[in-house]
C-alpha cells in the first residue's frame, strides 16, 4: 500500500532489531496490528478514513516487511510483538492507544490488553480472527496441525531451497488463482488486491515466519477473556475459513465489554471486500464509547 506519512523511522527493539515505524494524522493515537507474514496490504481501505481524524502508527512486527529478523528466531513469539510494541508507544510518546488487529494481530492486540500495561488500551478492534491456537481451526479441519511440522523441519533441514522455494511458489500465478478461486470472495475483491500481499510475502524468510507461526499455533489468550474490560469491537467475516467466524463469536461471548458485527459474504481479507460498511462500523462503535476524535468531527451515532 503506498501512503504518505508525516513521519517514518526505525526504532530498536528489545531484542536489538531495527523496527519499522511510520505515523500520520492527529489526535488519538490508532495502532494498526497485522497478521503473520503481512506488512500493511489489509489496511487499504482502512487507514486513509482513519487519519483525517486519528494519529494512525503503522509498524512491522519483527521479521516482517522492513523490519530486521532477530538473530535467535526463538524470539518470534506473541509476546515478543507486545514487547516490540510498547517500544514502539514509549519511543513516540504515546500514553494510550487505540489497537486495531487483523489475523494473528488479534492475538497480539488481546495479549497487550491483558498483560500488566494493558491499562494504556483504550478500545480494541478484533478483525478476522481468534484468541489463539489458530491451526486448529484453520480450513475448519486439522490439516494445518499435520502439514506444518513437515513445513517446519523441511525448512530448517534445507533452508537455502525451502528460501528459494518460497520466493518462488508464493507469488506464482498458481498460488494468485488459487487463492483468488479459493480463498477470497472474487465477486468482491480483484486478484490486484492480493498480489502485493503475495509479492511481499515471497521476500520474507520461511524460517521467521514458520518460527512465528510456531509460537502463535501454540499461544492463546482464551482462558483469560473473561478478564478483558476495555471496550472491543469483533469483527467477524462469514466465510472466513482461516479464523471461522464461530472463533469469533465465542470470542464476544467471553469478553463482557465487547460488540459483534459480521461482514456478509467475506472472508479473511475482508477489510478488503467491505471497506466502507467496515469504516462506518468501526466509526460507530468508537462514538459510541466515546472515543472520539480531537478534531471533534460528528461520528455515527445510534
Not at 5 to 17: A, G, K, M, N
Not at 144 to 162: C, I, N, S
Not at 201 to 217: G, I, K, T
Not at 281 to 289: E, G, Q, S
Request: aromatic content about 8%; overall charge neutral; proline content about 7%.
Amino acid at each position: 500500500m503506498q501512503m504518505e506519512f508525516d513521519r517514518e523511522l526505525y526504532i530498536r527493539s528489545p531484542v536489538d532489531t531495527r523496527l519499522w515505524v511510520a505515523s500520520v494524522g492527529r489526535g488519538p493515537t490508532v495502532v494498526l496490528c497485522d497478521g503473520l507474514g503481512c506488512d500493511g496490504y489489509i489496511w487499504k481501505h482502512i487507514l486513509p478514513d482513519l487519519k483525517r481524524d486519528f494519529h494512525v502508527v503503522r509498524w512491522h512486527y519483527r521479521g516482517h516487511g522492513r523490519s530486521e529478523a532477530p538473530a535467535d528466531l526463538s524470539s518470534m513469539t506473541v509476546e515478543g510483538l507486545v514487547d516490540d510494541l510498547h517500544t514502539v508507544l514509549d519511543e513516540l510518546g504515546v500514553e494510550e492507544a487505540i489497537l486495531l488487529g487483523h489475523s494473528m494481530g488479534v492475538q497480539v492486540i488481546l495479549e497487550a490488553a491483558l498483560q500488566p500495561r494493558g491499562d494504556r488500551f483504550t478500545g480494541l478492534v478484533a478483525l478476522c480472527g481468534a484468541p489463539g491456537r489458530p491451526l486448529d481451526t484453520f480450513k475448519n479441519t486439522r490439516l494445518g496441525l499435520r502439514v506444518f511440522p513437515l513445513l517446519q523441519q523441511a525448512a530448517d533441514r534445507w533452508p537455502r531451497l525451502a528460501r528459494e522455494f518460497w520466493s518462488v511458489a508464493v507469488p506464482s500465478p498458481v498460488s494468485i488463482s488459487l487463492a483468488h478461486w479459493f480463498e477470497i470472495n472474487r465477486f468482491l475483491v480483484g486478484v490486484d488486491e492480493l498480489r502485493p500481499y503475495l509479492d511481499r510475502l515471497a521476500e520474507m524468510d520461511p524460517r521467521v515466519f514458520l518460527a512465528m507461526l510456531d509460537h502463535a499455533s501454540r499461544h492463546t489468550c482464551e482462558a483469560r477473556l473473561n478478564d478483558l474490560q476495555i471496550p472491543t469491537l469483533v469483527v467477524a467475516a462469514q466465510r472466513d475459513t482461516f479464523t471461522p467466524m464461530f472463533r469469533s463469536r465465542t470470542m464476544h461471548e467471553r469478553i463482557a465489554s465487547s460488540e459483534f458485527f459480521m461482514l456478509p459474504e467475506a472472508t479473511h481479507t475482508g477489510p478488503l471486500e467491505w471497506p466502507e460498511l467496515l469504516n462506518l462500523r468501526i466509526r460507530k462503535w468508537m462514538a459510541n464509547h466515546r472515543l472520539n476524535p480531537a478534531s471533534g468531527r460528528p461520528l455515527p451515532t445510534g
